[in-house]
Structure formats: C-alpha cells, structure tokens
C-alpha cells in the first residue's frame, strides 16, 4: 500500500546479452513483467531490422492458427478454457510448430476441398432427383398427352394473322431445371415478354430446403417445366435460363426411362452420402486433436512473435557478438530482473553471462504503481484523468475512501445501498467464474471490472441511508424518537397539522436521537425544508474538507520535489486564502450548530446572507439595552426587538474586525500569487547571466594578457615557462580561447574567436533555456485566476452532493407513493394484498432499473467530475506516461488478431 501513495522509483538500465542467450533471456524478461523496453532504432524501417524474417514467420503461423480456429468455429467447438501458461518455446522449436500449423491446415484444406465437391455433386444429384420426380408428378397428373395437348392449346396460334392452327401441326419441345425460389417470379416474367407469350411455364417448390455447398446454409429452389415450339426458342430459353442461374437438367421424355434414371440417381446418392458422412468423421477427428493443443499453440506464437518484436528494439555491438537493450526498470525489481537474466543465461547454454548496467539520465521516467484486484479500479478511475506525474501524490488511496463516502452522501438510502451492496459482493464471491471466461457483454464485463468499488459504494449508502434515516422512502425508529408529542385524539381531529414546540414536546432527559435523523421528520410538513438545511451545510463541509486536503497534498508535492518557492509563492497563499474564506464559511456553520438552540430561533443567522454582508462590509451591529446585565450574543429567551437581533445582525463578538481582517487577507493573498513568484524567477535569471558574465570576462582578459605579452626569446622559452598560446597565429589563438571558454564555462561559444573589442560581452549561450518574463507572467495569471474562481465554483459545485441527495430521496417517495400506497390503504378485505402483491413486481423493476442503476450511474458521473475537476486540479499535475511494462500475461488469451 506504501508504494501506492507515490510511484515506484524506476531506473533506466542497459543490459548486454550475448546472441546465443538473447532470446532465452528477453523471455524470461517476459515472464516476470517488470522491464519496459526503449526503442533504440526508431529511424529503422520495420522491415529492414534484425529479426524482421522470424517475425513473418510468426505471422504466417498465426495466419494459420486463424485458419484452424475459424474451422472450429464453423463445427461449433469451442477452444478449452484451461488456466494454463506455457512457455516460449526455444528457435529450434519453430520449426517443429510451421511443420504441426502446415501438415493440419493441408489436410484441413484437402478435406474441405473434397467435401466441398461431395457437396457439390450431392446437390446437383439431389436436384436431379427433384427434378426427374416433380416431371413424372407433373406427367402423372396431366398424363403425357394431357400435359402436352395444354400447352399446344397455349402456343398454338397464328402469329401474322391472330388465327388458330390445327394442334396437330405444332411441334413441342421442353426442358427442366431448378431455379432459386426468389427468381420465379421474375423469370416467369420475363420468359412471357422474351417470347411474346410463346413458351408454357410449370414450376413446382421442392419440398425439402437444400444445403449450399460452400457456407452450408440452406437454400430454397423450385423445379421448372418450359414447354416451346422450335430451335430458335429453345436457344433462347437456355439464355434466360443462364442469366437466372437456373441449373438444367437432362430430362427423358418416356416415363420409362425417367424411373430408370430415378433409381441410378438413387443409388447414387447414397452412395455419395456415404462418402461424405466418412469425410465429415475424418475431418472432426482432424478439428478434435487441434482442438486439444490450439490453446497453447496460439500463446507460444505470441511470445515468440513477442520476444522477436523486443530484441528488434534492440542494438547489436561493434562485433555483432551481443545485443544491447535499454529498458526502464523498477530499482525494487533489479535483483527480480538478474534472477531472470541469469536464468535465461542458464537455460541457453551460453557461459558469458548477460550484464545489467544502471544508468544515469535526464529523461522523465515513466509511472508505476503497484495495484492489487482492489486497487486497480481505484487507480484507472485517476489514470483516465491523467497518467501521474513521475513520483508526484498519487489521488487514488484517498479516493478509496473519498469517491464511495461521497457516492453514498447522494445515493444515501439504505434499501438500495443493502441491494447494490449485495449485488458487489456476489460479484465479489463468483469472481473467478465470472473473470475466468471471455464474456462478449460489455455492459457486464464493466460491472464485473468494478465489482470492488460497487461493493465499497453499497456499503457507504448504507452508513449515509443510516445516517439520514431512510429506507426506500421510509424511517426506522430503532431507538426510539426523542420527541414525545402530547396532543390527545381529540386535539388531533380539530386541526391537520400542529407545530411541536422543542420545550414542550422534546424529551431533554433522554436527549436527541441518538444515530442520525430523528424518525419523527418522516411525518413532518417541513421535512424537506429540514433536510436540505441540514444536506447543503453537509455539502458545504465536505466540499472544503476535500478541497483543503488537495491544497496540503500540493505541499507534499513541493516539499518531495524540492520547491520552496512554491511553498512560499502558492501554497501559503492558495491555503491562506481558502480558510479565510471558505473555512471561515465552515466554522460559522460548526458555530451555529453550537450556540444557537430552540431558545432564540428568531435570531439564529442566516449565513449566505451573512457571507454577502462580509463582502460587502455591511454590518448591523445589536444594541445594549439599558440595565442589561447579560452576554449581548449569548441564546437567550430575551426579546429580540429589545437588543436589535435579526437574521441579519452581527452574532457574535467582535465579528466585524475578523471578517474584515479575513476578506483584506484573503485579497492580499491574489497579488502574492500573481506577482511574487515571477518577479524572484527574474532576479534568479539575471543573477545567472551576470555570474556567467563574470566568468566570460574573466576568460577573456587572461587571454588578451597573454596575447600582449611580448613573444620571448627562443632560449628563454623553456626557462620562463610561458604558455604556449604567446607563440601561436591568431586563428590558432582563437581555437585556443575557444578552449578556455569550455574549460571556464562549460559550453562553446558560438563564435570560435573573440576580437579585443568583444571583452566583457556574454553571448547567449545554445543550451541556455530562454527566460520569457511575459510567458512565466501570464502563466502564473491563469494559473491564480484559475484557483481563486475555483476556490468559489467548486465550494458551490460541491452542493451537488445535497441536490442529487435530495432527487434520489424524492424519486424514491414518489415511487413508493404510486405503488406501494394504493395497496396499504385499500379498504376493501384482501384486495389490497391482491393488488399490493400485483405492484411489487413493477415497482422492484422500476427501483432497480431507475434508482439503482439510472441514479447509481448519475451519481457515480458527479462523484468522478468531484475528484477529477475540484480535488486533483488542486495538486495533481497528471503528465506523465505509463509504465508499459513487456509481460506475457496479457498473451494468454487464445484470441488472434485479425
């Protein structure tokens, strides 16, 4: 858990691998987790990189385990679902696996082939076995004469002239055929307008639906009889025929040798059926062993494919002997890592063992946090705000509290939050069932995901339905109400409502009561005007409470990262200004609760309005009455009249100077924020180009000392001692001071040589950062207009938490109202219960479908916007990038990538 406060500490590493070893070792590096590789040939095509050959080789076997699986599909057998996680197999082994992948899809490709033509000849069989069938129907019912003597009455007629021709003379010729069933109709059609009416259509729907040699699916076709006169039209039905797909079949003319050809067609299609019943058998015994194994064969080729795609990251030595990697790493995970690197080194044999060299950087490394099962919702709600900062205060332990506590001050119900609670925790309880197998519901999957904070956010709406007394609607009176009212039967009859007075009908000595909302404000007119005072003054407390929590975490920042300027220059101001505001608001509250009882109810504050007042400086002070002996402020029985207190007037002692002190702080502290900081940066700045100015100077008057000096004697040379650069040409010189300027300042000049008229310029350096006193200025500008105005929109954001309360508490009574009462109050004898059982159904339906899930989802939305929008942007800078680590674990799946 202490790891989930700050991200781990990570380190970039370079190890050094020996060939031989690389690949056992990067996959013992898979297996553990915990090293995310650098790219160290981002300018290198993909194709064009080391391994780019064994990863189309991985690629041809996935093309192929695609193939076997849409195989499976198509029999309906499901890949087993084992728990299993077998190991990458070593590069020999490749071969073994392409020999497996190509000798199962062969044969699969042969049977399919063979059974593809099976089906094909069965269907044009069956077809004409169809066809031959409905012809004899066909002549049977007509007889050969009968059917032949209808269609020479329907095409016997002169063309030119529009008179019959004796029967006689017409010749008939026909053919048969099977047709798709959707294209009768406009076949019919157009044979009748092709012909001009000169061809006799009969067609009959075959009885059984046929199967589609291809994809299996069933067809419907129908067997035709086209009866015409000449060649001419018989060409061109054949056309037609052929444009419509219609198969054609040979049909004899006597009936004789159709039952001839019917009983070979017979006996040839069970035969053929034979065939193909063996083919299919062959073919799921072939499916049934690939089944068994896929799983596995799919996860190796995947962390093949994997380990192939990392050491391509990789670069290879001047000798091409070893490989180096560069990778961030976890400094708690190091001695993890050379087990692993050790292991790897064992398992291939090589006796060079691989190196693992931490290194110094300047890069942003990424973030990681360590989460469990539980966690891990908590940290992706935060991480799909922003991905943490390297090292900065990570919001997600105190949303583990936070984000359920505030859910259930707006859900507060405690039938519902028992409900939501039960249903988490028997997510809880089935997990691995419900987590063990792929689900193809996203809507459940999601539910599932978060089965921990749901369970969290149930048992919290509990506390807080607890807490406001309500149970779908209702109150509990589990300890007995602290109010006693005495009114008899008869008092109650004369009027429909009677207001309590606290000193008459309260019961001081047992006191109030003692969890939560006295049940006794269920039957109150003024129960809403009571629980929203209470819920906005809650609302109003949380609200600051959280915000003054991101405003402390921002000094953790600070305070980690070594900024004391911010604490200074931000936090004192930024935390100045909301408590003498917004936690002077709080304490106001705290101090009405307090002091103000049923006693003086005409002059309890009202505080929004006195919140104005403190800005506007608009004070109405009491007045001492004369022989007043009292506490002016005290709550008192006194008459209000008599002193001047409202509402409205000052309620305290010496309320005035601290509220003026309070608002002239708090506007102090907007100029703090906005100037202080830029202004030190700018001093800081030009403290440093003077420093360097300094320096740069002093580099250059040694070397006009030195250029001045009169060149010495050949003998004097080596006995003086004098530095060479006296004796060296000026573009000579120039390097040299070059030289010297590295040597004192640490960077080159852009210029190599420095003329005498340059002495005492600082030329701005390339590496130096440039300081824009505008660009810091307006920075900082936003960045103060944004908390000040935040401070004030988000305090009054947070009362969102006492509205959606106060819709979920009326939903919940108006529901109650339309179902459940018309059964408790129907007078007639066991109807209500009728009707009563009737409405449960509807109203469980509607109380989960609405209040649970509809309301469940709009507060859960408001509680997000809560801890992204007003508690991280008070500390949580949310831009840094995820540690991605290299991990076999999310390769377990059998799903293959199209």
Not at 28 to 52: C, I, S, T, Y
Not at 426 to 438: N, R
Not at 873 to 893: E, V
Request: net charge negative; proline share 4%.
């Amino acid at each position: 858990m202490g790891a989930l406060f700050r991200s781990e500490e990570m380190n970039l590493c370079q190890i050094f691998l020996q060939s031989e070893a690389a690949y056992a070792c990067v996959s013992e590096l898979g297996e553990l987790g915990m090293v995310q590789f650098k790219d160290l040939n981002p300018d290198v095509n993909a194709f064009q990189r080391k391994f780019v050959s064994e990863i189309m080789r991985c690629e041809e076997m996935e093309r192929k385990l695609r193939y076997i699986h849409r195989e499976l599909k198509k029999d309906g057998m499901k890949i087993p679902d084992r728990d299993e996680n077998p190991k990458a197999p070593a590069p020999k082994e490749m071969i073994d696996l392409e020999a497996t992948f190509e000798k199962i899809e062969s044969e699969l490709k042969e049977v399919n082939t063979n059974a593809e033509a099976l089906r094909r000849n069965y269907l044009e069989l069956t077809e004409l076995k169809e066809v031959l069938k409905k012809t004899q129907i066909f002549f049977a019912e007509h007889g050969r004469h009968g059917i032949v003597d209808d269609a020479q009455h329907a095409l016997a007629h002169d063309e030119g002239g529009g008179g019959f021709v004796p029967v006689t003379s017409v010749q008939l010729g026909f053919v048969a055929g099977v047709i798709p069933r959707e294209k009768v109709p406009a076949f019919e059609r157009l044979l009748w307008f092709a012909n001009r009416g000169n061809t006799f259509l009969k067609h009959d729907e075959i009885d059984q639906p046929l199967e589609d040699p291809v994809s299996g699916d069933a067809i419907s076709k129908c067997v035709f009889l086209i009866f015409f006169q000449g060649e001419q039209l018989k060409a061109r039905v054949r056309k037609i025929c052929e444009g419509f797909k219609a198969t054609l079949y040979p049909c004899p003319e006597s009936a004789s040798e159709r039952v001839e050809m019917l009983n070979g067609v017979s006996t040839r299609l069970e035969d053929l059926n034979t065939v193909l019943h063996q083919t299919e058998d062959h073919r799921k015994r072939v499916l049934m062993s690939a089944q068994k194994e896929i799983r596995p064969w799919i996860i190796k080729v995947k962390k093949i494919k994997a380990i192939y795609h990392t050491l391509n990251m990789c670069n290879f030595d001047v000798s091409h002997n070893s490989l180096i990697a560069e990778c961030w790493t976890p400094v708690s995970g190091l001695e993890e890592i050379q087990s692993a690197l050790k292991h790897g080194t064992e398992l291939s044999g090589s006796t060079v063992p691989s190196i693992l060299h931490r290194m110094q950087t300047k890069e942003v490394p990424p973030t990681y946090f360590k989460t469990n099962k539980f966690t891990t919702v908590f940290q992706e709600i935060i991480d799909a705000y922003g991905i943490a900062t390297y090292q900065e205060v990570n919001p997600a332990p105190y949303a583990i509290i936070s984000f359920p506590f505030l859910f259930a001050v707006m859900f507060g119900d405690f039938g519902h939050g028992f409900i939501m609670f039960l249903a988490g925790l028997w997510m809880v309880i089935t997990e691995k069932k419900l987590t063990s197998g792929k689900s193809d519901n996203e809507i459940m999957s999601m539910f599932v995901g978060g089965r921990y904070i749901i369970t969290m956010m149930g048992l919290f709406s509990v506390y807080t339905g607890l807490i406001y007394n309500d149970c779908f609607s209702k109150s509990v009176n589990i300890f007995g109400s602290g109010w006693h009212p005495s009114y008899d039967f008869r008092t109650l009859q004369k009027e429909t409502s009677w207001t309590m007075n606290p000193a008459d009908h309260f019961d001081n000595t047992t006191g109030p009561y003692p969890f939560g909302v006295d049940p006794i404000w269920q039957s109150s007119m003024n129960k809403i005007t009571f629980t929203n005072s209470l819920k906005m003054k809650m609302s109003v407390i949380f609200g600051v409470s959280q915000m003054l929590l991101g405003v402390l975490l921002s000094f953790v920042n600070h305070a980690y990262f070594r900024r004391p300027l911010n604490v200074f220059c931000e936090f004192i101001p930024q935390l100045v200004f909301l408590m003498c505001l917004f936690g002077y608001l709080v304490a106001l509250v705290f101090y009405k609760w307090l002091f103000f009882t049923a006693e003086c109810p005409q002059y309890a504050p009202q505080l929004l309005i006195q919140f104005i007042n403190m800005f506007l400086l608009t004070y109405t002070p009491r007045v001492m009455p004369a022989n007043f002996t009292g506490d002016l402020y005290a709550c008192t029985s006194i008459e209000p009249t008599s002193i001047n207190a409202t509402s409205q007037t000052v309620f305290f002692e010496h309320q005035q100077p601290i509220q003026i002190t309070l608002v002239i702080l708090a506007l102090l502290m907007v100029p703090t924020m906005l100037l202080v900081k830029p202004f030190v940066l700018r001093a800081r700045h030009n403290a440093r180009v003077k420093r360097r100015q300094g320096l740069y100077a002093t580099s250059q008057r040694t070397l006009i000392h030195n250029e001045e000096h009169p060149e010495p004697s050949d003998d004097s040379k080596g006995v003086k001692g004098d530095k060479p650069e006296a004796h060296l040409s000026d573009i000579e010189l120039g390097a040299v001071r070059g030289k010297d300027n590295i040597a004192i300042n640490g960077e080159e000049e852009d210029g190599g040589i420095v003329g005498h008229s340059e002495v005492g310029i600082s030329e701005p350096e390339e590496n130096e950062e440039e300081f824009d006193m505008g660009e810091v200025f307006i920075h900082q500008a936003i960045h103060t207009i944004e908390y000040c105005l935040g401070c004030i929109s988000h305090t009054a954001s947070y009362l969102r938490l006492w509205a959606l309360s106060l819709a979920h508490a009326q939903l919940s009574e108006v529901l109650w109202s339309m179902l459940f009462r018309f059964g408790l109050t129907f007078d007639m004898a066991y109807v209500g219960g009728i009707l009563l059982w009737a409405v449960f159904g509807a109203f469980a339906v509607v109380t989960v479908a609405v209040l649970l899930l509809m309301e469940g989802l709009s507060a859960f939305l408001h509680t997000l916007r809560l801890h992204w929008v007003e508690f991280n942007s008070k500390f949580y800078m949310g831009d840094g990038y995820k540690f991605a680590p290299y991990n076999f674990k999310h390769l377990l799946d059998a799903d293959l990538d199209e």
